[in-house]
Nanobody
């Protein structure tokens, strides 16, 4: 299996910053896209940002200019720098990775368990 473990969530005031990290481990042949989704209570899970292995990024309109996604391919890790946080950013943030376990395996999306981001003054 491929395990994804997120870290870096917590409580921050509006306008503050947080940096999320997500490390993938286990049997991994190759990781393709990695990214972040979030889910607030009563809402569907929504895309926040994605990044390909080549570094191409994609952001939700609601976070453009405030969030930055990056990755360290050598460490199978993806990051999300979140600045100018707003109350509407409060949610559980989930990391995902599209990965191949072996050269013969299919590409599969793997998910972390999530990390809570709370915005409150």
């Amino acid at each position: 299996q491929v395990q994804l473990v997120e870290s870096g969530g917590g409580l921050v005031q509006p306008g503050g910053s947080l940096r999320l990290s997500c490390a993938a481990s286990g049997l991994i042949f190759r990781i393709y896209a990695m990214g972040w989704y979030r889910q607030a209570p009563g809402n569907q899970r929504e895309l926040v940002a994605t990044i390909t292995s080549g570094g191409t990024t994609n952001y939700a309109d609601s976070v453009k200019g405030r969030f930055t996604i990056s990755r360290d391919n050598a460490k199978n890790t993806v990051f999300l720098q979140m600045n100018s946080l707003k109350p509407e950013d409060m949610a559980v943030y989930y990391c995902y990775a599209e990965a191949q376990r072996t050269i013969l395996s299919s590409r599969v999306d793997y998910w972390g368990r999530g990390t809570q981001v709370t915005i409150s003054s």
